[in-house]
C-alpha cells in the first residue's frame, strides 16, 4: 500500500459504502481471524478490531479511490459506479486483489523495481 494517503471516492455514495464495509467486518473470514488474534470467538468490537489490525480497512479503502474506479472501469470497458451495489462491491474488489498481485509479482521478479504502471494505460 505504501505510504501515500488513500481516500474513499466521492463517486461511491457513503451509505453503500459503509453497508459494504460492514459485511467485510462481519463475514466469516473476517470473524475467524478475528477469532484468531483473540483467542476467543469475537464480539462485535474484536470483528472490527481485526479488520482495522490485519489493514484490510485500508485496503478496503484503496479499491474505492479514484484510481481503482478508474482502472477497473477501463479494464472492463464500463463505468463501474453505474453498475448495482453489490457488482460494483465484487468488481472493485476483484480488481483491486489482482492489479496488487500484479505489482507485488513484479516487484519480486524485478529486484523490487517499480512497477511500469504508466506502460499499461494511454495517456
Not at 29 to 48: I, M, T
Request: glycine share 4%.
Amino acid at each position: 500500500m505504501g505510504t501515500q494517503a488513500v481516500c474513499r471516492s466521492r463517486w461511491i455514495p457513503l451509505p453503500e459504502y459503509l453497508a459494504a464495509e460492514f459485511e467485510e467486518i462481519n463475514s466469516p473470514l473476517n470473524e475467524w481471524g478475528a477469532g484468531e488474534e483473540f483467542n476467543h470467538p469475537p464480539d462485535d468490537f474484536e470483528r472490527s478490531l481485526h479488520y482495522i489490525h490485519c489493514r484490510r480497512a485500508e485496503e478496503f479503502c484503496a479499491a474505492h479511490s479514484d484510481d481503482n474506479i478508474w482502472y477497473a472501469s477501463q479494464a472492463l470497458n464500463c463505468d463501474v459506479t453505474k453498475l448495482n451495489p453489490a457488482l460494483r462491491e465484487k468488481a472493485l474488489i476483484a480488481f483491486f486483489d489482482l492489479w496488487h498481485e500484479a505489482i507485488k509479482n513484479w516487484e519480486q521478479r524485478h529486484d523490487g523495481a517499480a512497477f511500469p504502471l504508466k506502460d499499461f494505460f494511454p495517456n
